[in-house]
């Protein structure tokens, strides 16, 4: 394992309900992040082919041209277009926590592939729980989805998608898994609207996303890549957002390299800014926020409190034993 690691997050818009176009970023990203020597990059949530932020905006009705493009845009795990990315992350020799819309038969989820600097899927884990309105386009992850840490040579990599970072028991149980360099994939978010114009929840903003993948740092004493996506003036009709006092544009980006103390290692994009965030990361660092916190060692009182997980998949279809 390398003493010092060059850690990468994205803040990129993506290349919206286009599938080959999204792929043909992905990699383009992915060589530009192997020139400045990345070596663990993650990208935002649903980054192929973006968030629809829409749903949140528009009624169900008046989205279903939009979701019958995202459907067809979406990315089976399983694809020549999957093929592609594994190909450059190979040839990069970085490991990849990917973010996409995954399509699997008729249905979607919203997965995060954990590619190895050999070009292989090493693990896959879907959204335990969409939030809200989402539960309209995405399936829900199963029990392989709770594991959200896999060992690398760059240290142990995990990642969570969105409000996943907002579920204490599934933060706990992936610092039980002994994540060191966590991706939180995000889609993009916004600057809190005037509220003359609506009514807004503070918590659905790019600095709430913000603060609470910096509290992931500090409670896990893990480096938090945050990776987000932006939206541009241009692609404001495409995506069904005209006139909405939500998504302005240029932003929804709030990307940022977080240290195990919660220490940002890095400056900031502006919100509607394209990039890639870098920092380079001694995993050693650990052990200073750990000794004063480990909330799944000296810190914890097992007797008092612990954490019931059930690890088995539900099936869909069971064949009955002879």
């Known amino acids: 394992m390398t003493?010092?690691?060059?850690?990468?997050?994205?803040?990129?818009?993506?290349?919206?309900?286009?599938?080959?176009?999204?792929?043909?970023?992905?990699?383009?990203?992915?060589?530009?992040?192997?020139?400045?020597?990345?070596?663990?990059?993650?990208?935002?949530?649903?980054?192929?082919p973006g968030y629809p932020w829409s749903m949140w905006t528009q009624p169900v009705i008046n989205n279903t041209h939009i979701i019958h493009d995202y459907m067809a845009n979406s990315m089976p795990k399983d694809s020549p277009q999957m093929e592609r990315i594994l190909a450059a992350v190979k040839k990069a020799g970085m490991f990849v926590v990917l973010g996409y819309s995954e399509r699997d038969g008729a249905s979607l989820y919203m997965a995060q592939s954990f590619i190895s600097s050999e070009g292989e899927i090493v693990h896959h884990r879907r959204k335990i729980k969409p939030t809200h309105i989402e539960r309209t386009i995405w399936g829900e992850g199963q029990a392989e989805s709770l594991k959200c840490v896999v060992p690398s040579q760059f240290g142990k990599i995990g990642g969570l998608n969105c409000w996943e970072h907002l579920q204490p028991l599934l933060r706990y149980y992936e610092y039980s898994q002994g994540v060191q360099i966590h991706v939180a994939s995000w889609p993009a978010e916004f600057e809190m609207p005037d509220p003359a114009k609506i009514k807004w929840l503070y918590h659905e903003t790019g600095e709430a996303s913000y603060r609470a993948s910096q509290?992931?740092?500090?409670e896990g004493q893990c480096f938090v890549l945050v990776a987000s996506q932006i939206l541009t003036e241009s692609n404001v009709e495409k995506?069904?957002?005209?006139?909405?006092?939500?998504?302005?544009?240029?932003?929804?980006?709030?990307?940022?390299?977080?240290?195990?103390?919660?220490?940002?290692?890095?400056?900031?994009?502006?919100?509607?800014?394209?990039?890639?965030?870098?920092?380079?990361?001694?995993?050693?660092?650990?052990?200073?926020p750990k000794a004063f916190i480990d909330v799944v060692g000296h810190y914890a009182r097992p007797d008092l409190l612990s954490l019931l997980?059930?690890?088995?998949?539900?099936?869909?279809?069971?064949?009955?034993?002879?």
């Open 3 to 48: 003493a010092t690691t060059r850690v990468g997050a994205v803040q990129a818009e993506p290349v919206w309900l286009d599938l080959d176009g999204s792929v043909d970023k992905t990699i383009s990203l992915i060589e530009k992040a192997a020139e400045s020597g990345v070596q663990v990059l993650g990208f935002p949530e649903v980054w192929i």
């Open 239 to 288: 995506n069904n957002l005209s006139g909405n006092p939500v998504t302005k544009t240029p932003g929804g980006g709030f990307s940022m390299i977080f240290g195990p103390d919660g220490k940002p290692l890095c400056e900031p994009l502006g919100a509607g800014e394209e990039g890639i965030l870098t920092a380079d990361v001694n995993l050693r660092d650990i052990d200073y």
């Open 215 to 218: 509290f992931m740092a500090i």
């Open 309 to 322: 997980v059930n690890p088995t998949k539900d099936e869909h279809v069971t064949t009955m034993a002879k």
